[in-house]
């Protein structure tokens, strides 16, 4: 007896016409293609950060403090986003304030997504009191705001960039599990999974070979969106001065240090505000461009 997967497809062709139908998909939603694009540029430059800054995000030089950008009065083209209150070059810090709010992001979905993920196979596929206590669990984890839990952790713990990760993480694991747990409930009574039983096959290989892979595109979904929640909560942590260290560079940290200077030198503030939004804004078009090639009627048009 052969045993086969829904998500292993019948030929060849139909694989290739699969990732065509997916493209075309992305393709036709064109501010899916600009968040992309836009993600593309956030990523090289946070990868590239050391190299394409044009000064130390850190050096200070107070003769030059709170100079305006190069196209407004009394600006210099050697700022190009002018500097801040200690006189440090503002688009240097921005670029460097991705690399921190990238790693969170990624760094607490694959977390959140691992911890999730794992929770909900075991109690969707296993049912009965493992799935009563871990669904429990997650209810106990919803009655607490994320916002609140990170805080009390991170005011007991102590800050840094690894702790962050750790927080948003192991607070944001509760929407994989339940995402996970419910397509698990579904596909363990179909057939694939009832023949794989019959001839012998592991509950373990049944879990990573054949529902592993049905759950991977809910899963996608989930985590980009997540990637968006976990940037700004890191931000929101570090505005609060609870996130990384003050000497790391962060949009939520430059935003702390610029909301007294609105009045005067609004750059210091809005510049960093703005990378915010602008990333969260393509990783939350990134999902739902995401979600819509995950809909099967997507495919239909």
Excluded: C
Excluded at 100 to 124: E, N, W
Excluded at 158 to 172: D, H, K, Q, R, W
Excluded at 244 to 263: I, R, S
């Amino acid at each position: 007896m052969t045993v086969t997967s829904p998500v292993l497809p019948a030929a060849a062709g139909t694989a290739t016409a699969h990732r065509h139908t997916v493209l075309r998909t992305l393709l036709r939603n064109r501010l899916a293609v600009v968040a992309l694009a836009v993600l593309a540029v956030l990523v090289l430059a946070a990868v590239l950060a050391p190299l394409i800054v044009p000064y130390d995000p850190n050096a200070q030089n107070l003769l030059q403090r709170l100079q305006p950008p190069a196209w407004l009065a009394g600006g210099h083209r050697a700022h190009l986003l002018g500097t801040d209150e200690l006189g440090r070059d503002m688009l240097s810090r921005v670029i460097y304030g991705t690399r921190v709010s990238l790693l969170v992001g990624a760094g607490a979905a694959l977390l959140a997504g691992t911890v999730g993920t794992a929770v909900g196979l075991v109690a969707g596929y296993f049912g009965g009191w493992p799935d009563r206590l871990l669904m429990r669990l997650a209810d106990v984890q919803l009655a607490f705001p994320a916002i609140l839990l990170a805080l009390a952790v991170i005011g007991f713990l102590g800050s840094g960039l690894g702790f962050v990760i750790l927080v948003l993480g192991f607070t944001g694991w509760v929407s994989y599990a339940r995402v996970v747990r419910s397509e698990v409930l579904s596909l363990r009574t179909r057939d694939f999974v009832t023949e794989a039983r019959a001839i012998g096959v592991t509950d373990t290989a049944i879990i990573r070979r054949h529902l592993l892979p049905n759950v991977t595109a809910p899963l996608a979904t989930i985590a980009t969106l997540h990637v968006a929640a976990a940037i700004v909560a890191e931000a929101s942590l570090s505005y609060l001065g609870l996130g990384v260290p003050k000497e790391t560079v962060t949009w939520g940290g430059m935003l702390a240090d610029g909301q007294l200077y609105l009045g005067t030198a609004w750059w210091v503030a809005v510049f960093p505000g703005l990378a915010l939004m602008i990333t969260s804004l393509a990783v939350n078009l990134t999902g739902d461009a995401l979600r819509d090639v995950a809909d099967p009627k997507a495919y239909r048009r």
